[in-house]
């Protein structure tokens, strides 16, 4: 399954900087993902305010699936019937070749 991650165009360049690993922030201890969509990453994005989002896709196959829990800390309401939201914890490596930047 297709998983993905959404941030804005700063904080993703500064994941770039620091070898493309995505790592849980010590306050949430979690790298939230999303999917089935890109479009599900990034509207979390999106709703804080962001103009451009870049977006990094994973392969949850590459994931420890014992760090692999689906998250339910949002509003459903607010947010595709379709998404599904996930917490990782562990750091996650990114393919630079397998980003897309959306503008909003």
């Given amino acids: ?8 165009k700063e904080t993703m360049e500064e994941i770039i900087a620091n070898g493309c690993e995505l790592k ?5 201890r979690v790298v939230y993902l999303a999917g089935p969509l890109p479009a599900h ?3 979390f994005i999106a709703l804080r305010g962001a103009k451009e989002i870049w977006i990094a896709e994973i392969d ?3 994931l420890d ?4 829990t689906e998250s339910f800390d949002h509003s459903a309401s607010f947010f ?11 750091t ?3 393919d ?9």
């Fill in 24 to 28: 849980p922030s010590s306050w949430e």
């Fill in 65 to 68: 699936p014992e760090k692999l």
């Fill in 1 to 8: 399954m297709k998983l993905y991650h959404a941030a804005p």
């Fill in 41 to 43: 990453a990034a509207v």
């Fill in 96 to 104: 630079i070749d397998k980003m897309y930047t959306v503008e909003v």
């Fill in 80 to 90: 595709p019937e379709d998404l599904e939201a996930f917490c990782y914890e562990g």
């Fill in 92 to 94: 996650i490596k990114i």
């Fill in 60 to 62: 949850s196959e590459d």
